[in-house]
Structures are given as structure tokens and as C-alpha cells.
């Protein structure tokens, strides 16, 4: 599985920015993926993960009410939509996903810058 993530930026605090990540490869033996952001200073973290066979979604409090992430199986694509962005959001955002049968995230995107300014 390969990921290719983009759609990272500049943004005002209060602003919105949508961030995707295509796969490609064997993304039929792909059962989970998500969304991990790492800020300067700070343990990565899992912000949100979808399953992709039921589109089943997971959000962490820090965002939830705030980021969604959806899929779009036809373009084997994952997006995080941002809204009400905050400058705690600032971070490198990286998409992820699991092998068929779950557990560890063993594939990853490379990362995509997300600043937002105050």
C-alpha cells in the first residue's frame, strides 16, 4: 500500500483546510486508516480513523466537533476535513493504515504540514 498525502497549508485560526490521502497498491488488504498529526515537541497522536469496509469513524476529543473524516472508495482516497482550526492544531498531519486484519498502522503517507496562525 502506498499513501500519498496532500492539501496542507497556511490557515488563519477559526479557518478550515481539507487534507486527503490517496492509496494505491493492495488497498484491498487495507482495513483501517487514519489520520496522526505530530506537532514540534510532542508524541505523534491518532486524530482520526475511518474502517474502510463500513466507514466506521473514530475522532479524538481534542477535534471531535471540529475535524470529520470520511472516504471515497472509488478514488481509494481518505480526506480530513478541518473546520474551526486552532493554532494547537498546528502540526505535520500523516495518513496511515492497517493491514486486513487491524492492528498496528504499518503503512504510512508522508507527512503534510498544517499551520495555523493566531
Known amino acids: 500500500v502506498q499513501l500519498q498525502a496532500s492539501g496542507g497549508g497556511l490557515v488563519q485560526a477559526g479557518g478550515s483546510l481539507r487534507v486527503s490521502c490517496a492509496a494505491s497498491?493492495?488497498?484491498?488488504?487495507?482495513?483501517?486508516m487514519g489520520w496522526f498529526r505530530q506537532a514540534p515537541g510532542k508524541e505523534r497522536e491518532l486524530v482520526a480513523a475511518?474502517?474502510?469496509?463500513?466507514?466506521?469513524?473514530y475522532h479524538a476529543d481534542s477535534v471531535k466537533g471540529r475535524f470529520t473524516i470520511s472516504r471515497d472508495n472509488a478514488k481509494n482516497t481518505v480526506y480530513l476535513q478541518m473546520n474551526s482550526l486552532k493554532p494547537e492544531d498546528t502540526a505535520v498531519y500523516y495518513c496511515?493504515?492497517?493491514?486486513?486484519?487491524?492492528?498496528?498502522?504499518?503503512?504510512w503517507g508522508q507527512g503534510t504540514q498544517v499551520t495555523v496562525s493566531s
Open positions: 497498491g493492495r488497498t484491498f488488504s487495507t482495513y483501517d
Open positions: 496511515a493504515a492497517t493491514g486486513i486484519n487491524g492492528g498496528s498502522y504499518d503503512y
Open positions: 475511518i474502517r474502510w469496509s463500513s466507514g466506521r469513524t
